[in-house]
């Protein structure tokens, strides 16, 4: 079955760090442009950091640039979120999405939606 799952999120006091996995089941994500999102209690979803597909070419919301990396690793069929120096409004649920080829400055529509993980950063 096609399937899209994040793991990884929890409880992590300021100034710490998680990392995020979103791995794929029935499709070769090395093929396709991965966006990972963050919807916060009350606030609409907004894109936090891209992975391109063939290039790998990388993006990131300003908010979260030098803090942040995504990456992939093709023999897990997997990318990552590595999370660092977290600050409490990075506090929400984090969903990946995928997109067959494209790349992420067009990237808009997607194939595959997970169903998210919970980040919540306090002390």
């Known amino acids: 079955q096609v399937q899209l799952v994040e793991s990884g999120g929890g409880l992590v006091q300021p100034g710490g760090s998680l990392r995020l996995s979103c791995a794929a089941s029935?499709?070769?994500?090395?093929?396709?442009?991965i966006r990972w999102f963050r919807q916060a209690p009350g606030k609409e979803r907004e894109g936090v950091s891209c992975?391109?597909?063939?290039?790998?070419?990388?993006y990131y919301k300003d908010s979260v640039k030098g803090r942040f990396t995504i990456s992939r690793d093709n023999a897990k069929n997997t990318v990552y979120l590595q999370m660092n120096s977290l600050k409490p409004e990075d506090t929400a649920v984090y969903i990946c999405?995928?997109?067959?080829?494209?790349?992420?400055?067009?990237?808009?529509?997607?194939?595959?939606w997970g169903r998210g993980t919970h980040v919540t950063v306090s002390s």
């Open positions: 992975i391109s597909s063939n290039t790998d070419s990388t």
């Open positions: 999405a995928a997109l067959r080829g494209s790349y992420c400055p067009v990237a808009q529509r997607y194939d595959y």
């Open positions: 029935g499709f070769t994500l090395n093929s396709y442009t």
